[in-house]
């Protein structure tokens, strides 16, 4: 017999942001749950994943992805736990992740959750190095930089859940790993924990000069998760035929575009420039869920968590994230 429930919490987006987000753009609401129909299970959630592309979703323009419906639960991923099931593919106590939102349980007919171990790996790593997140990290390295053994792969947002995973495979590919990082301790970390060669601390002397210091050799390879000021600085050490993946452009979520400064670079050296989205390959998900897995369960892979408590804390959390107040990957637990 399974445990009743009755009542759901979810956050709803009430409002879009005009300029900055803020917490007023989000509801909180109680929403009664029914009864499952035939075919259906209900997941308590365990973790939700805040990550920087729903800034994106909020607001009403074009993008790569439709913009989330005003009054309805916030879009993210999430792991739990099946605690009702009227699917046969699906038994209480399974572990699963899925695309359930900012709510506390999800209800479903089952499409598109995958269930998942949590024997060697935590089941929130589910949502960092070993989901969204490390496949992104995976993909724009492996794909697009394409890392050959004695080149540098520099990264933004080095200390992030994505950034930390793609210096770590650049290392494990031979490559040199240069990071870019906001504050001393998220610097340290990227060296010391993650084993980057170097990190830039963008927020403190000239980044400019820091960079070139770091990079005695130049650049092969860039994942860009920031954008702004970092892409320019970035760009200007850029070796012949680099390669760059853009993954996020982050900096300049809320307000004016930023023009690059120098695009004749892009020409002069001769620089591929390749926009993803992680989504659009489902095909290199099982080989990167594998690889990044096994390396998880080793403890070969390194990655830190924020956790921020309870669902009503998850707009604050998530306008925390866009400021870079995270430290690595950024959760809220929801049980």
């Not at 994943?49 to 994106?56: C, I, K």
């Not at 950034?163 to 240069?178: F, I, Y």
């Not at 300049?252 to 591929?272: E, F, H, I, N, W």
């Not at 080793?298 to 866009?322: C, D, M, S, V, W």
């Amino acid at each position: 017999m399974s445990e009743h429930h009755s009542i759901n919490r979810q956050i709803l987006l009430v409002s879009r942001p005009q300029g900055a987000a803020s917490v007023d753009n989000f509801k909180l609401v109680h929403t009664p749950l029914e009864p499952l129909t035939d075919g259906q299970v209900r997941v308590r959630n365990h973790f939700l994943s805040l990550d920087p592309y729903m800034r994106g979703r909020m607001d009403d323009s074009k993008s790569y992805a439709a913009s989330q419906p005003l009054n309805e639960v916030m879009i993210g991923g999430t792991v739990g736990e099946v605690v009702e099931s009227k699917n046969p593919k699906f038994a209480i106590g399974d572990k699963v992740v899925g695309i359930y939102g900012w709510q506390e349980f999800g209800t479903s007919d089952g499409k598109g959750l995958r269930k998942v171990d949590d024997t060697h790996i935590p089941l929130s790593a589910y949502l960092g190095p070993v989901g969204m997140p490390g496949v992104t990290a995976w993909l724009g390295l492996n794909k697009i930089i394409e890392p050959k053994a004695g080149e540098t792969v520099v990264v933004s947002a080095a200390s992030g859940a994505v950034g930390s995973v793609v210096g770590q495979l650049a290392k494990a590919a031979g490559c040199r790993a240069v990071g870019i990082a906001g504050g001393a301790d998220k610097c340290r970390y990227v060296t010391e924990t993650l084993g980057f060669d170097a990190c830039v601390d963008y927020k403190a002397g000239n980044l400019r000069d820091d960079l070139k210091a770091a990079l005695p050799n130049g650049a092969d390879g860039y994942f860009e998760n920031v954008g702004g000021e970092i892409l320019d600085a970035v760009l200007s050490r850029m070796n012949a035929f680099g390669r760059i993946a853009l993954c996020g452009m982050i900096a300049s979520y809320d307000g004016s575009p930023m023009p690059l400064k120098k695009p004749a670079l892009l020409l002069t050296q001769r620089l591929k420039v390749q926009g993803f989205i992680v989504s659009e390959s489902p095909e290199v998900w099982p080989e990167a869920l594998t690889q990044l897995g096994g390396l998880v369960a080793q403890k070969k892979l390194q990655y830190r968590e924020t956790i921020a408590q309870g669902l009503e804390n998850a707009p604050e959390a998530f306008l925390g994230l866009l400021k870079g107040k995270n430290f690595g990957k950024q959760l809220v637990k929801l049980i």
